[in-house]
């Protein structure tokens, strides 16, 4: 191949609405890319065929950040990253990059594919300095200090690992483009190659397209609910340990007023067993809350891994007669292949959120019961304001006031939470049927793909 180029900083320029793919052998040598990945990368067919992946790589780029991508991948899994690559000019240019392994149907992994999409969203704008506070620890201390400096801003945007960082990565990346894609899937035209009858597959892959986007409107709502289970459910568990400690001070209150504090005796022991009772519940919301986070987050990320294939699928049909015959036919199985890998997303998709559901639900149920206590409890304060008017020179009046303050603000956050939880759960069959349709949408597809790579 020669020399490598030297980096220029001039930008290897292509829209948000591209989307280029290659595939590796399972030592990452380029098997097969598309015309955009050659135009962008200045290389030539022949030039990338045969030669290692890392022909492109930008001497910018942390070496972690591949490591983590071969651990991915060799262990099965995909993995998403944001790379900046370097062109034969020495020209840059910045990709969100989803690998995953190719899988035959014993389950071996026979090859990796690439999908490779312009990175738009607000995390991109995070990467370049990372990137580089990263280079520089790598230069120092190797690898495991890059690593550290990674972990370290991942955990400061909130996130455990890089596992969940990726997920929203992908999911947001994919709500920033969901015009433009729509927009390309709308206007492209099936080609007319016989030997594939691609305008049949078109047809059918577009309209699972379409089936999917639907299917990600509907989901929405999960996300809007895991969003706002994290703006109120420290608000939520903060109530338990205030009213708590309210009737800590009632008691006390009651205990120095000795005989003449009997009711308000009575009324605080009340208000402990009900705060004992809202705490236990609180708690074991809280519990169900991180589940359903993490579970809203792993159906969005599944679909979203759905919706990026079938677009490079139908992307790929749409340029498919560009293609040498061997090409052809070695793509096709490989997408055919991909359709497999799509179709056991969408299982665990199905099972996943059945499972959120079921989280829901049981969410549901607890909040339906801490509704209760919060009007006990209130039950509760209005009796002691009454007591609390029949003597003086007593802490009570201020107790039971912070009281009606502690149910007003629960209220206001179950409500919050009840209504869009309640919309969720009355869409459950619609969303059952839904995942119904795509996958017997999906199988289909799969079916007649297959029928087409057996024919050839």
């Not at 292949?337 to 799509?342: D, F, I, K, Y």
């Not at 019961?369 to 007593?394: P, Q, V």
């Amino acid at each position: 191949m020669g020399k490598r180029p030297q980096p220029v900083n001039r930008e290897s320029v292509f829209a948000p609405e591209e989307i280029f793919f290659s595939t590796t052998d399972l030592k990452g040598i380029i098997l097969s890319g598309n015309d955009v990945f050659v135009r962008i990368s200045k290389y030539s067919k022949d030039e990338l065929t045969g030669s290692p992946h890392n022909i492109i790589r930008h001497p910018d780029m942390p070496k972690i950040v591949f490591k983590l991508l071969w651990d991915y991948i060799q262990s099965g899994k995909t993995i998403v990253a944001y790379v900046k690559n370097m062109a034969k000019d020495g020209s840059f240019y910045w990709v969100l990059a989803t690998v995953m392994p190719v899988v035959d149907e014993s389950g071996k992994i026979t090859e990796y594919m690439s999908i490779r999409i312009k990175p738009t969203s607000k995390y991109f704008s995070l990467i370049p300095e990372l990137y580089a506070q990263m280079l520089e620890a790598e230069k120092e201390g190797g690898m495991e200090a890059s690593y550290t400096v990674l972990m370290e801003a991942l955990k400061s945007l909130g996130y455990r690992n890089y596992e969940d960082f990726m997920k929203d990565v992908l999911v947001e990346e994919l709500k920033d483009k969901k015009t433009i894609f729509n927009r390309v899937i709308s206007s492209l035209e099936s080609s007319e190659s016989c030997i594939l009858q691609s305008e049949i597959i078109m047809k059918k892959a577009k309209h699972l397209y379409s089936s999917i986007e639907g299917l990600f409107g509907k989901l929405s709502r999960f996300e809007n609910l895991k969003n706002l289970f994290s703006q109120k459910a420290e608000s939520v568990y903060k109530i338990a340990d205030d009213i708590r400690l309210t009737a800590l001070n009632s008691s006390v209150e009651s205990l120095r007023l000795g005989s003449n504090g009997a009711v308000f005796s009575v009324i605080s022991a009340e208000m402990r067993k009900n705060s004992e009772e809202e705490s236990k519940i609180i708690k074991q919301m809280k519990v169900l809350i991180d589940r359903n986070t993490q579970e809203i987050k792993d159906v969005m990320y599944t679909l979203s891994l759905l919706k990026l294939e079938i677009f490079m699928f139908i992307n790929f049909l749409n340029t498919i007669d560009k293609l040498e015959e061997g090409e052809k036919k070695a793509d096709l199985k490989n997408f055919f292949l991909l359709l497999n890998s799509s179709e056991m997303f969408f299982r665990q998709l199905s099972s996943l959120i059945s499972g959120s559901i079921e989280s829901l639900k049981e969410l549901d149920r607890k909040i339906k019961r801490l509704k209760l206590l919060i009007e006990e409890l209130e039950a509760m304060y209005f009796r002691g304001l009454i007591e609390a008017g029949h003597m003086s020179g007593t802490n009570f009046a201020i107790i039971f006031t912070y009281v009606r303050e502690l149910v007003t603000e629960t209220k206001g956050s179950i409500l919050t939470l009840e209504e869009p939880l309640g919309h969720i759960l009355e869409d459950e069959s619609i969303l059952h049927n839904r995942v119904e349709v795509i996958l017997k949408e999906l199988i289909d597809l799969k079916k007649t793909v297959g029928k087409k790579v057996s024919q050839l």
